[in-house]
C-alpha cells in the first residue's frame, strides 16, 4: 500500500493515503464510526463518496487515524498548493468533515500538520465537528423534510403550515395532467440519457441566472454519472423523474444513505413552469421516499422559496478555514477571506442581496444572446 506518510501524534498514529489505497478494514472502521457518530446518515460522509471524488480529483487524500492497532478516524481532504486543503469534492460535497470514534480528540492544528496542510477549506461543515466547528466563519441553516412519521402525517403538517402551497401544487399536478398528457413519476430512474436531460437544464439554469454552470467542469460531470452508478446500503445515487406523456418535464440527482436523501441537482423543462413541477417532483420524492425507508430529505444550504414552502426543520451547516501558524496559512488567508467577507455582506443585507440576483440574472440574459 503506497502510503504518504505516517506520523506520530499523541498516541495516535496518521497515515495520508490516496483513497484509492483504502483496504476493506478501514472502508469497514469509516462505515462503523458513522454508524456510531449519532449525526443524520448524510451520504456524503460515507467512504464512497470519497472513493469517488478520489477517481476524478487526483488530489484526493484521505488521513487516517489509528489507535490501539484499530482505525480510529478519517478525514478526506483535497490537497493543494501550498498546503491549501479544501473539503473532500469542494463545490459539489453538501456534508464535511472528519469522522472520529467518540471521545477521541485532537487539535486541528496537529491534524493539519499530520497532512502537510497549512489550511483546510470547508463550506458545508457537518454540525458537531468539534475539530473545526470552533475556526467556522458562518453558519447556515440547511432546510429538511422530516418523513420519519410517513408522507401522510407529511402532507397533514404542510396543510396546517403552507395550506396554499400544498393545495396549488397539487391543483397544477392535476391540471398538468389534463392538459399536457399522464403524468408519471419514477424515483429511482436508471436511464443514462434522463440524467443527461436533467444535466442539460442544470446548465442552462445556471446560465439564465447567471451563476457558474457546474457542469462546464468535465471532473463535476464525470463524478455525478460515476455516482448514478454507484450502489451501496450507505451512498447510492437516486436519479428522480416526473415525466407527462413520457417525456421528462422535472428531475432531480441526489444521494441517499438508508435514511438520508441529500438532495443535489434538482432542475425542470423552463417549457412547463407554469405547473410548478418542480415543486410536484419534490412532494412525490417526499412519498417514495418515506415508503422506502427514508426518514429524512436534505434540501441543502441557501435560501430559497420552495425550500421554505416545503421543509419541516433544519439542519446546521458552517463555512470557513481550519489554519495552522505559518506563512501558507497567511497567503491562504489573504486569497480567500476578503472575497468571503464580501459574500457574507451582500447576504446579511436582504437589498443588496436582492440586487445581486438581479444583476446575476441580467448577466445570465447577456450570456445567452
Not at 32 to 50: D, I, Q, V, W, Y
Not at 96 to 122: D, K, M, N, Y
Not at 192 to 220: C, H, N, V
Not at 248 to 264: I, Y
Request: net charge positive; aromatic share 8%; hydrophobic share 40%.
Amino acid at each position: 500500500m503506497g502510503h504518504d506518510r505516517g506520523v506520530e501524534l499523541s498516541g495516535l498514529r496518521i497515515r495520508v493515503v490516496k483513497p484509492d489505497e483504502l483496504d476493506e478494514t478501514e472502508i469497514d472502521a469509516w462505515r462503523a464510526l458513522r454508524t456510531k457518530s449519532g449525526s443524520p446518515a448524510n451520504p456524503f460522509m460515507e467512504p464512497e463518496f470519497t472513493l469517488a471524488v478520489g477517481r476524478v480529483r487526483p488530489a484526493a487524500r484521505v488521513a487516517v487515524l489509528w489507535e490501539d492497532g484499530e482505525p480510529a478516524g478519517f478525514f478526506p481532504f483535497e490537497r493543494g498548493p501550498l498546503g491549501h486543503g479544501r473539503a473532500i469534492g469542494l463545490g459539489v460535497s453538501d456534508s464535511q468533515g472528519a469522522l472520529l470514534r467518540p471521545g477521541l480528540t485532537i487539535a486541528s492544528r496537529e491534524l493539519l500538520s499530520a497532512c502537510a496542510l497549512s489550511a483546510w477549506e470547508f463550506d458545508n461543515l457537518e454540525a458537531g465537528q468539534g475539530v473545526f466547528q470552533p475556526e467556522a466563519a458562518e453558519e447556515f441553516a440547511s432546510p429538511v423534510i422530516d418523513v420519519g412519521a410517513g408522507y401522510a402525517a407529511y402532507e397533514q403538517l404542510l396543510r396546517a403550515q403552507s395550506p396554499k402551497f400544498l393545495k396549488t401544487t397539487l391543483a397544477k399536478e392535476r391540471r398538468l395532467g389534463r392538459q399536457a398528457g399522464e403524468v408519471r413519476f419514477v424515483f429511482d430512474e436508471r436511464d443514462p440519457g434522463a440524467l443527461r436531460t436533467l444535466m442539460e437544464w442544470k446548465s442552462a439554469q445556471y446560465r439564465r441566472t447567471g451563476r457558474r454552470d457546474r457542469f462546464a467542469k468535465e471532473w463535476i460531470n464525470t463524478l455525478v454519472r460515476q455516482l448514478h452508478e454507484t450502489r451501496t446500503p450507505g451512498c447510492s445515487g437516486v436519479l428522480s423523474v416526473l415525466y407527462v406523456a413520457d417525456r421528462p418535464v422535472a428531475a432531480h440527482f441526489g444521494l441517499r444513505s438508508r435514511t438520508v436523501l441529500s438532495c443535489w441537482f434538482p432542475a425542470y423543462d423552463p417549457q412547463f413552469a407554469k405547473y410548478s413541477p418542480g415543486l410536484i417532483l419534490h412532494l412525490r420524492m417526499a412519498e417514495s421516499a418515506a415508503a422506502d425507508g427514508i426518514g429524512l430529505l436534505d434540501l441543502g444550504r441557501g435560501p430559497s422559496e420552495y425550500k421554505d414552502s416545503l421543509k419541516t426543520g433544519e439542519l446546521r451547516v458552517f463555512e470557513g478555514a481550519s489554519t495552522r501558524p505559518g506563512a501558507g496559512a497567511a497567503l491562504y488567508w489573504l486569497s480567500r477571506e476578503p472575497s468571503r467577507q464580501a459574500h457574507s455582506f451582500v447576504r446579511n443585507r436582504p437589498r443588496l442581496a436582492g440586487y445581486a440576483q438581479r444583476i446575476l440574472k441580467q448577466v445570465g440574459r447577456l450570456r445567452g444572446h
